[in-house]
T-cell receptor
Framework: DAGVIQSPRHEVTEMGQEVTLRCKPI?????LFWYRQTMMRGLELLIY????????DSGMPEDRFSAKMPNASFSTLKIQPSEPRDSAVYFC??????????????FGEGSRLTVL | GENVEQHPSTLSVQEGDSAVIKCTYS??????FPWYKQELGKGPQLIID?????GEKKDQRIAVTLNKTAKHFSLHITETQPEDSAVYFC???????????FGSGTRLLVRP
């Protein structure tokens, strides 16, 4: 399996522009997570999907952030408008959760976002 | 909610020595404790995990111990090698939960 695939790997944009990050989870996984990593705050969970349904978006910073999962093989994280403080590495991760047991989380390589 | 504290933040050891990283958690309901290794420019990767019904688990040079009474768990790496240099994260999650809470990370440097 190719693992979790994220694109783009690097994105540099100007403040106010829209940014869309993409993720293809591992085939057969039923849970998908978006994390943000910064030096100051470490790894933060932004949103969690189970069977394509958003279960918990309490980590989404504000209304400028939105995420979708239209099908089991694709998810997007959108920031509109972007701000310099959004600069971070955004990770997508997927897992297969059975019942109440959380399966191993597999992370993508991340999308490094720089907002000027 | 769960809070995971990790220390030290940086650790430098000589090749061949052992390295120990410690974490504490706050939620007594947590029952799954994975450790992730993150190399430069890559995503975190699971290296070992332990569930609450086990006190210790080993995998070659890596071992994890869990003390549920004290609510702390540790990662032990023996005979360290330069390729062990990376950032290590501990994490904890509760039963029937999906939210993996990560520690702040430990940057391990193994000097040749």
């Amino acid at each position: 399996d190719a693992g979790v695939i994220q694109s783009p790997r690097h994105e540099v944009t100007e403040m106010g522009q829209e940014v869309t990050l993409r993720c293809k989870p591992i085939s057969g996984h039923n849970s998908l997570f978006w994390y943000r990593q910064t030096m100051m705050r470490g790894l933060e969970l932004l949103i969690y999907f189970n069977n394509n349904v958003p279960i918990d978006d309490s980590g989404m910073p504000e209304d400028r952030f939105s995420a979708k999962m239209p099908n089991a093989s694709f998810s997007t994280l959108k920031i509109q408008p972007s701000e310099p403080r959004d600069s971070a590495v955004y990770f997508c991760a997927s897992s297969f959760s059975r019942g109440s047991n959380t399966g191993e989380l597999f992370f993508g390589e991340g999308s490094r976002l720089t907002v000027l | 909610g769960e809070n995971v504290e990790q220390h030290p933040s940086t650790l430098s050891v000589q090749e061949g020595d052992s390295a120990v990283i410690k974490c504490t958690y706050s939620d007594s309901a947590s029952n799954y404790f994975p450790w992730y290794k993150q190399e430069l420019g890559k995503g975190p990767q699971l290296i070992i995990d332990i569930r609450s019904n086990v006190g210790e688990k080993k995998d070659q040079r890596i071992a994890v111990t869990l003390n549920k009474t004290a609510k702390h768990f540790s990662l032990h790496i023996t005979e360290t090698q330069p390729e062990d240099s990376a950032v290590y994260f501990c994490a904890a999650i509760g039963y029937s939960s999906y939210k993996l809470i990560f520690g702040s990370g430990t940057r391990l440097l193994v000097r040749p």
